[in-house]
DNA sequence: TCAAACTCATAGGTTTTCGTTATAGATCGC
DNA sequence: GCGATCTATAACGAAAACCTATGAGTTTGA
């Protein structure tokens, strides 16, 4: 009889009776007065409007109601017992789920980390929603998801006193990137600006964070990008430069795992840009969103040192690997 | 929220506070004070070590763990709940069980009635035990059967103190039996006690009522039975005296039933033996017990009415018929 | 057969738990 | 920022659960 488990003190002592065959050695082994077992009997007998137990004199037996009741309440115990062993379980983070919120971007650049946490936690439940980046912070604060993966917000109200909490993950460089069939196809010299600007591209709509990102650049640099293509799919850019004479800005990383794509690096460097995790700092947190969290810190910073990579075919949680 | 059912305030609590999501509204629809909520499901945090619900201002959720908790929990209240209304049904006698104590003799008297209340109470479970008579007074006692049936006690401590009690169903004449082929076939006359005594008997063990019941008889009246074949079993008798040249003597009731034997009264007859009901007459009684011997009671009556009845095989439990 | 031992039930007093009121802290909407 | 709303905390009172002592009924063993 396990005092942790919450359940109602009659039962208990009907199971124990039932047990031991008397009031006064389940009195002994729950370590409590036999007249405790006594009266609790008896008002469980008055709520349930039926006697359970039958004393008759050396034994005392079930009746028929307290066979039918008892194996209910066995069945009830055994439910509860199992919540609770279930809460261990969250804890040991053998159980859970976590609700990741990210960008058509940044689920390229981070679906590896998912893939390592899923790999090392495998009981715990995955949800990934592809979102706006704007969409995220809110996201966060509303509780839809728990954790977010976007880029650093262009200094707009950085901390804007909400509850969220952004911490840096990686950066970034953007470059341009061509297919094997165009121009600049293995070209090591950097690209200047003015160069970039006469580039036919394909690019993220400019809702995206990184399209921004690249207009301001052109903007600063004095040149008008000659956008071909507009599109909110990642796929599909990546596709349009890997067998056509398009162009397109993206982060290195993700340049360097797509085949058949290369990067060249523009002269004056975009700013590189942050990849953030974001999540509630006040309140509470499940194990398996700290475990995230814990986990992709540590895994950003291998990631620094073990750059080189497979080249993989878009894949979000595709198979890990360091 | 059931108050009839027994039931972990604190469970209920927290189903009251998730489905109204607020401890407020909970506890409005619980006609209890909020605090009260608070307390409990702090201390239901502390027992299970896990918080259970996130309080974020606007509303109140469910954790990760409270998630999985309320889960069994709900499960758990839902067995409990079964579990009481289980114990209804019990009273209904759409549930329950009983175990019937009687002899190789008295199942064949009475294996109709046991059919005839198996139909009225689908529900219930009927198991019987074939014992020797006197084994029948110390199974109720033990309480290893509900209800035994059995001959009347040949005058020895009829009554002797002990808490189970003997009820008159209905009195057995006993006859002589014979088969078709038996040179008595047929025969109205009734016998007289020395002319039973010539007669090669296949008879019960000396160990059944009926039998030293017959002995007595035999012995009253100065004779020495013939008995050729001695058994326990009563389809054994039966089958001999149908297909054979012996007779027996049998309740004129089982005689009846059968086909192919014939009852030849004795001239002074043997003394009617009772059939009675043996139950505790103290303690608890389970309402199929109660059932049943309110049902047999209003049978015997019955049977004295429509005493025609069909021919039978041996078979109890066979199919019901008044 | 009787007494000792054992069982569960009951009564009265004590401790613990639970519930309530009052109030503080926090959040949300205006 | 202010009022409204919601939860948490504290202190007190009510209810319950528990314990000790004792009683009634049974069983056991001399």
Not at 50 to 72: M, N, Q, W
Request: glycine residues 6%.
């Amino acid at each position: 009889m396990n005092r942790r488990v919450v359940f109602p003190r009659p039962l208990q002592y009907l199971m124990a009776i039932v047990e031991h065959g008397s009031y006064t050695k389940a009195a002994e082994a729950l370590h409590v007065s036999q007249p405790s077992l006594s009266q609790q009997i008896k008002q469980l007998e008055e709520s349930v409007m039926a006697p359970l137990l039958v004393r008759s004199g050396r034994s005392v037996r079930l009746t028929d109601a307290g066979e039918i009741y008892l194996h209910h309440t066995r069945r009830a115990y055994g439910e509860l017992d199992a919540g609770t062993r279930a809460i261990e379980d969250v804890k040991n983070l053998s159980r859970g789920s976590l609700r990741l919120g990210w960008t058509p971007i940044t689920d390229f650049l981070t679906c590896d980390l998912l893939g390592t946490f899923s790999m090392q936690h495998p009981g715990i439940t995955l949800s990934t929603l592809e979102m706006p980046a704007d969409d995220i912070d809110n996201a966060v604060m509303e509780d839809r998801i728990d954790i977010g993966i976007a880029f650093s917000k262009a200094g707009t109200k950085d901390l804007n006193g909400k509850d969220v909490v952004r911490t840096r993950l990686f950066e970034e460089t953007l470059c341009l990137a061509v297919g094997n069939s165009h121009a600049r196809a293995g070209q090591k010299e950097r690209i200047s600006a003015a160069e970039l600007g006469k580039e036919s591209m394909v690019m993220l709509n400019p809702n995206f964070a990184l399209r921004t990102q690249v207009d301001e650049y052109c903007h600063q640099h004095g040149v008008m990008p000659k956008i071909a293509i507009e599109t909110d799919s990642l796929s599909v850019i990546i596709e349009m430069v890997q067998f056509g004479p398009l162009a397109t800005i993206l982060p290195l990383s993700i340049i360097k795992t797509q085949c058949g794509i290369h990067p060249i690096v523009p002269a004056p460097a975009i700013p590189s840009k942050e990849i953030q995790l974001i999540y509630r700092s006040s309140g509470y947190k499940s194990p398996a969103c700290r475990a995230f969290t814990d986990l992709a810190t540590e895994w950003a910073i291998n990631r620094m040192v073990n750059k080189p990579r497979r080249k993989l075919r878009p894949c979000p949680l595709a198979s890990p690997e360091g």
